[in-house]
């Protein structure tokens, strides 16, 4: 005797994502992620924060701005192959041909990858994800056998603070950061609820809203990659942006490479011809802050809305002497200080061995 087989309908999931543009209170969050959406090669996003202050909503809604763009979530338990790919060994064996088993990385090509919990992500998979996002090219080997391709993609990692921190090695390959708080003020977190309220009970209703504002914005970054290109640095620029990494007291030279072509992608999303030193300075603090000595204070490299002459030049930053209080190497922050000596009384050794 057969038991009938029971068929249930099974009603697709569809999950709307929330504006980008009805977004509360996050001016910092919105413009770290417009760049990186504008220029990848900026070598993505990372956002600290506690739990609840819209981290994963700010990257869906990103990938829901940008036109056809995939959103793809990496899970912590996610594998090397699965992130970037393997070779079918077996075919080249066979009849001399690569078969590439794609990866996560190749998913998200034109997209976004979404990590959540990055500092929780084993270090081996931080690694080469930041590699294939910091160069747009993807290379998969196995045994001896290599193929690459496209991966360009805007990378998005998130984490809480309170479970633990990424290895400075690591932070420093991320382009841009920024901290998230808890908002205080009660008439922000009441417009927070309004629209999160508003969306939860009517998706469609809070996109229709926004719909103009959206169009707008996804125009104007397509426009800004296209016109990348055409954006160069003046020696200025260049000087200055060099002069906020000395200020910073950042090791290596990707800091300045991060703030130039941040500050390019603000220029083309702005709609101007040229990269000012303004541009160097609204970005710096996000190309800086993670990239920083332990327990220095952050320095603001110029007043971007006070006069050229209030903004100390990129000659005298440079001549400036690093001050005595810095900490240097790992001796700390405090100079050596003379200790007095006392004489060691000598004692007196063994009596001489009777014969």
């Given at each position: ?8 309908p099974?009603?697709?999931a ?15 969050l ?6 990186a ?19 994963s ?20 338990a996610?594998?090397?192959e ?9 075919d ?8 590439l ?22 270090d081996?998979?931080?690694d ?34 309170e ?6 090695q690591l932070?420093?390959?991320f382009?841009l950061?920024?901290?998230l ?20 009970e ?22 800004a ?18 002069a ?14 991060v ?27 996000l ?15 110029g ?53």
């Amino acid at each position: 005797m057969s038991i009938p087989e029971l068929t249930i309908p099974v009603e697709p999931a569809t999950r709307a994502a929330f504006p980008f543009t009805a977004l509360v209170g996050q001016p910092q969050l919105q413009r770290a992620l417009q760049l990186a959406a504008i220029d990848p090669g900026i070598g993505g996003v990372l956002i600290s924060g506690p739990r609840g202050t819209a981290k994963s909503t700010a990257a869906r809604a990103l990938a829901a701005l940008l036109p056809g763009a995939p959103f793809v979530t990496l899970p912590l338990a996610a594998s090397l192959e699965q992130l970037v790919g393997t070779l079918n060994v077996e075919d080249v064996l066979r009849n001399s041909q690569v078969r590439l088993a794609p990866g996560l990385v190749a998913r998200a090509h034109g997209g976004v990858l979404y990590v959540d919990e990055v500092n929780l992500l084993p270090d081996a998979l931080v690694d080469a994800l930041l590699d294939v996002a910091a160069s747009g090219v993807n290379t998969v080997e196995r045994d001896g056998i290599s193929q690459q391709h496209a991966a360009r993609f805007v990378l998005v990692g998130t984490m809480n603070p309170e479970e633990g921190e990424l290895r400075p090695q690591l932070l420093d390959r991320f382009g841009l950061s920024l901290t998230l708080a808890n908002p205080v003020d009660a008439q922000q977190r009441t417009a927070i609820l309004r629209a999160r309220l508003g969306f939860d009970e009517n998706p469609a209703a809070l996109g229709e809203q926004h719909a103009e504002e959206q169009r707008a914005l996804s125009a104007a970054l397509v426009a800004a990659r296209a016109a990348l290109p055409r954006l160069t640095w003046s020696d200025a620029v260049l000087h200055h942006a060099a002069a906020c990494a000395m200020v910073a007291g950042v090791d290596g030279m990707r800091a300045d490479l991060v703030m130039l072509r941040a500050a390019r992608a603000l220029a083309a999303l702005e709609g101007r011809s040229e990269v000012t030193v303004d541009d160097v300075d609204a970005v710096a603090e996000l190309a800086l802050a993670h990239r920083r000595p332990e327990g220095s204070a952050a320095q603001s490299p110029g007043n971007s809305t006070g006069s050229p002459q209030s903004r100390p030049s990129p000659e005298r930053l440079q001549d400036q002497p690093p001050p005595a209080s810095v900490p240097q190497g790992d001796w700390g922050a405090l100079p050596a200080q003379p200790e007095g000596t006392t004489k060691v009384q000598r004692i007196a050794g063994w009596p001489p061995k009777k014969a």
